[in-house]
């Protein structure tokens, strides 16, 4: 089955070659790409094939354009207002390309709430790594951002942090209008566009896609196993992710029942006596409560001091290539072997 055909339009060449190159680099987006740098060309592929989502130009709005048979149409506006163009949805063009594409795929969720739809998914299947540990200070979110990092290099590849307290405006440096605590909603509605309403909640770092964690504690406390699982089952059938990392705190009763769903748990230790105790105590708990397959999928890794320097907004931009970098590089490449 054939994806949905995504064109770009503006008469700008560099900015819509360069807009179609990054998103050709998000391997997660569910639609072929086009791009135009003239009205003529887009009218002629228009008028041979359907487009399910156009971003244009105001510059390059006219009469034809309307006339083609397009699912979702969206101006990119370069601030000023086009008049003429008030019946359609507008994003800012000097903004980074991942806010455009947010934008753009939250008014193309609205469009498509009305008329469920489900894209073809061209992957084989989709990996769940666990990142877990009874510990506390032992760089578990550091080693999982890492991870993350080194693997969307090369895969797509969706990091979702489960913790009650994950600090990521602070982290990144910025706000966020939409977190986990909204996408656990339209988890609970039965929305049957969930992953396109996970789309427009994207946020990216090095090609790392992520859900901005809940602001509430008690969004993870409150959550139920029958809405995790089907996140996570949405997720594996209905999107373009390849992995999914989930950094799992303690917020979760059914974490067992969890680390069970991964393919491999990585667990962070630390060589302490007392962190010793606590490990065999979540070692032997497992056992008892008949999860001796999580313990056989779990990987302990003892992560290098990490030197990096907290600065507002780069700190988990930093980590693919410091001492923590360098250690799942190694790690991943061993696993390989």
Not at 267 to 287: F, G, H, W
């Given at each position: 089955?054939k994806?949905?055909?995504?064109?770009v339009?503006?008469?700008?060449a560099?900015?819509a070659?360069?807009?179609?190159?990054y998103?050709?680099q998000?391997?997660?987006?569910?639609?072929?790409?086009?791009?135009?740098?003239n009205?003529e060309?887009?009218?002629?592929?228009?008028?041979e094939?359907?487009?399910?989502l156009?971003?244009i130009s105001?510059?390059?709005m006219?009469?034809?354009?309307?006339?083609?048979d397009?699912?979702?149409?969206?101006?990119?506006?370069?601030?000023v207002?086009?008049?003429?163009?008030d019946q359609?949805?507008?994003?800012?063009?000097?903004?980074?390309?991942?806010?455009?594409?947010?934008e753009?795929?939250a008014?193309?969720?609205e469009?498509?709430?009305?008329f469920p739809?489900?894209?073809?998914?061209?992957?084989k299947?989709?990996?769940i790594?666990g990142?877990?540990s009874?510990l506390?200070?032992?760089?578990?979110?550091?080693f999982?951002l890492?991870?993350?990092q080194?693997?969307?290099?090369?895969?797509?590849v969706?990091?979702?942090n489960l913790?009650?307290y994950?600090?990521?405006?602070e982290?990144?440096?910025?706000?966020?209008?939409y977190?986990?605590?909204d996408?656990?909603?339209?988890v609970?509605?039965?929305?049957?566009?969930?992953?396109?309403k996970?789309n427009?909640?994207?946020?990216?770092v090095?090609?790392?896609?992520y859900i901005?964690?809940?602001?509430a504690p008690?969004?993870?406390?409150?959550?139920?196993?029958e809405?995790?699982e089907?996140l996570?089952s949405?997720?594996?059938?209905h999107?373009?992710?390849?992995?999914?990392?989930?950094?799992?705190g303690h917020?979760i009763?059914?974490?067992f029942?969890?680390?069970?769903?991964?393919?491999?748990?990585y667990m962070?230790?630390l060589?302490d006596?007392v962190s010793?105790?606590?490990i065999?105590q979540y070692e032997n708990l497992?056992r008892?409560?008949?999860?001796?397959?999580?313990l056989?999928?779990?990987?302990?890794?003892?992560?290098?001091?990490h030197?990096?320097?907290?600065?507002?907004?780069?700190?988990?931009?930093?980590?693919?290539?410091?001492?923590?970098g360098?250690?799942?590089?190694?790690?991943l490449?061993?696993?390989?072997q």
């Amino acid at each position: 089955m054939k994806k949905n055909i995504f064109a770009v339009c503006d008469l700008e060449a560099d900015y819509a070659y360069n807009f179609m190159d990054y998103l050709n680099q998000k391997k997660n987006i569910p639609f072929e790409i086009q791009a135009f740098t003239n009205v003529e060309s887009l009218l002629a592929y228009g008028k041979e094939k359907h487009i399910e989502l156009l971003l244009i130009s105001g510059k390059a709005m006219c009469q034809e354009v309307r006339e083609l048979d397009i699912g979702k149409l969206v101006i990119l506006s370069e601030g000023v207002h086009s008049p003429g163009l008030d019946q359609y949805p507008s994003v800012y063009k000097y903004q980074s390309s991942s806010d455009v594409v947010r934008e753009v795929m939250a008014y193309y969720g609205e469009e498509k709430a009305v008329f469920p739809v489900q894209f073809p998914v061209l992957k084989k299947t989709t990996e769940i790594l666990g990142v877990y540990s009874p510990l506390g200070r032992c760089l578990k979110t550091s080693f999982a951002l890492t991870l993350g990092q080194v693997l969307a290099r090369e895969r797509a590849v969706l990091y979702l942090n489960l913790e009650e307290y994950a600090g990521f405006e602070e982290l990144m440096g910025k706000s966020f209008q939409y977190n986990l605590s909204d996408l656990l909603y339209y988890v609970r509605q039965e929305n049957q566009n969930l992953t396109l309403k996970m789309n427009s909640m994207i946020q990216t770092v090095n090609n790392l896609d992520y859900i901005p964690p809940v602001q509430a504690p008690s969004d993870i406390l409150g959550i139920s196993w029958e809405d995790l699982e089907r996140l996570i089952s949405e997720i594996t059938l209905h999107s373009s992710y390849e992995v999914v990392v989930l950094d799992i705190g303690h917020g979760i009763e059914e974490t067992f029942q969890l680390l069970d769903q991964c393919k491999t748990v990585y667990m962070p230790v630390l060589s302490d006596t007392v962190s010793a105790c606590k490990i065999a105590q979540y070692e032997n708990l497992l056992r008892i409560w008949d999860y001796p397959q999580v313990l056989a999928k779990t990987v302990k890794v003892k992560l290098p001091f990490h030197a990096g320097t907290v600065c507002a907004g780069k700190y988990a931009e930093q980590l693919l290539w410091s001492e923590l970098g360098d250690y799942v590089r190694g790690m991943l490449r061993k696993d390989t072997q």
